[in-house]
């Protein structure tokens, strides 16, 4: 799909979205009972769902089952402990290293991969999402949208031009020496279009720490990775392009925003510490024998993940896989790897067709963790690309009967048995991924792998819905609807097949009208569509 962002109309867009911004930073504008009532909850999840579709069809999502899983354990739990614990979240990586992360309509926010790979820690990681999650929950984000939508802008191409600049200014995904020109003036306005005055951002801080808190999570956290991102200005301050990380263009930090942090948090702690008692066990204004949990009995504590999903990241938004072992080479000459590292190397090895070297470094780890799905998975699948396919197959039947419904599980065990490519093998693909499907029609990677399932397995229709279904999550809506059009002319459909596509049919229009309405169009489709999108 061509999205066209003439640098002339985006330039103004930005620039007229944002007209009010100096006003705004004085004093917030009175939400009262309008906020949302230029834009409803589902027209902002339809703009939510847009930008991510548009994202993946520019190459930046990163879409892998086992670290979506574990950023959407960590955003979910967060969002439980919000004060709109009902507001739908969709958390999702983006494959740069620049330091950045950005929240959208409809409760969609994005983290880049250079900003987990900059975190010490789980903790860190979870403030600046609690920071994220606090800009929608308290509508910072539809207000800037609603001002838009009432001057008649084009919100969706504005923050696609926004976005595209910013992951575009630096880092790995850089280097498109024909947008450069486009580039240089979007990125003097991307701070105005996707980031929030000093009043939102104190807001966000604030109330992200006590979310943090409320979570488990350390309220430090917030601060501490602040000073993090000073440290990475002060690293860089030699290289003018990649001073300042893009977090802290959309965020600008100041030595009293640290400290505003740090202040805020020391006093949350302090204030749900237990009281001190004569016999140093209960509060004393209670029975002996009763108990009231403590702050500290309450914490959760990380994950345990963050350092598996650390190093998959690594190697996952490396350029290469040689690209990734080089990278452990160099840890490796300065000292001894971890397991999580090893794990790593491994699985570049593994991405790089090594499969010898991947499964010698995971054998041991997998048996020295045996209920590590990280290491288990990866071992699975060296063993099976390893030509050991009896032992990959006895793995993930052991995993699966405990775990039949585990996303990433079922997914990569499907993915292995359709790359034999046999009708036998797609059919048990197509058993391992039905307790998925129903699940969640707007998962891309279960699209993909079950439409070459039913491919293989003998079902073309069932594979060319699933197919039309995966252009539309990968921003190709227009492709999906002459897919699903070239389908229903099919003489072997039956009642029911003809049904669901009339139904995909209808509801994936209303997309692509929007999108042309936008001024986004998909010009490989040209006159194909028909009366679908006239």
Request: net charge neutral; aromatic share 6%; proline share 5%.
């Amino acid at each position: 799909m061509t999205v066209r962002l003439p640098a002339a109309a985006l330039l103004f867009a930005l620039t007229a979205s944002t007209g009010l911004a100096t006003a705004q930073e004085r004093s917030l504008p009175d939400i009262g009972s309008s906020a949302g009532s230029v834009l409803s909850p589902a027209k902002q999840a339809e703009y939510g769902a847009m930008v991510l579709a548009q994202l993946r069809h520019e190459g930046y999502v990163l879409d892998d089952p086992l670290l979506d899983g574990w950023l959407n354990d960590v955003g979910q739990r967060l969002v439980a402990a919000s004060d709109r614990p009902q507001q739908p979240f969709t958390f999702f990586l983006l494959r740069d290293r620049q330091i950045n992360a950005f929240a959208t309509l409809g409760g969609y926010v994005a983290v880049n991969s250079g900003l987990v790979l900059a975190a010490a820690r789980e903790d860190e990681l979870a403030g600046v999402l609690a920071h994220e999650i606090s800009h929608v929950t308290q509508q910072h984000v539809l207000r800037g949208a609603e001002k838009a939508q009432r001057e008649s802008l084009p919100i969706l191409l504005a923050t696609l031009g926004a976005i595209v600049a910013a992951q575009k200014a630096g880092g790995t995904s850089s280097g498109d020496a024909s947008s450069a020109a486009l580039i240089t003036g979007m990125g003097l306005l991307q701070q105005r279009q996707i980031d929030y005055t000093r009043d939102n951002e104190s807001e966000a801080d604030r109330i992200g720490i006590r979310l943090l808190a409320n979570a488990g999570y350390d309220p430090e956290a917030m601060a501490d990775f602040f000073q993090t991102l000073q440290g990475v200005v002060r690293l860089n301050q030699g290289d003018e392009r990649s001073a300042l990380p893009g977090y802290l263009q959309t965020h600008p930090l100041t030595l009293a925003r640290i400290s505003e942090a740090r202040q805020r948090a020391d006093k949350l702690v302090a204030s749900r510490l237990p009281l001190p008692t004569a016999s140093g066990g209960g509060n004393p204004l209670l029975p002996a024998n009763l108990q009231l949990a403590s702050a500290s009995h309450q914490a959760r504590g990380d994950t345990g993940d963050f350092p598996w999903a650390q190093e998959r990241l690594r190697v996952l938004s490396a350029l290469t896989p040689a690209q990734a072992i080089r990278e452990y080479r160099q840890m490796q000459a300065k000292q001894a790897l971890s397991e999580p590292q090893r794990y790593g190397l491994a699985l570049a090895h593994l991405l790089a067709g090594q499969n010898g070297e991947a499964l010698q470094a995971l054998a041991p780890l997998a048996q020295a963790h045996p209920g590590n799905l990280w290491l288990q998975i990866a071992a699975g699948q060296a063993e099976a690309r390893s030509g050991r396919i009896a032992e990959a197959d006895r793995r993930f039947d052991a995993l699966l009967a405990q775990m039949p419904t585990h996303r990433a599980l079922v997914l990569a065990y499907a993915r292995l048995l359709t790359e034999r490519g046999t009708r036998e093998a797609g059919q048990r693909a197509v058993t391992v991924l039905r307790p998925l499907l129903g699940t969640s029609n707007a998962d891309l990677p279960l699209q993909q792998i079950y439409a070459r399932a039913n491919e293989i397995a003998g079902d073309p229709v069932r594979a060319g819905e699933a197919w039309a279904e995966a252009a539309y999550l990968s921003g190709r809506p227009e492709q999906a609807l002459v897919q699903l059009d070239n389908l229903k002319k099919r003489g072997d459909l039956d009642y029911y097949a003809r049904a669901r596509i009339d139904a995909r049919i209808a509801a994936i229009t209303p997309t692509v009208l929007e999108l042309r309405r936008q001024g986004i169009r998909d010009e490989a489709v040209g006159g194909r569509l028909g009366l679908y999108a006239r």
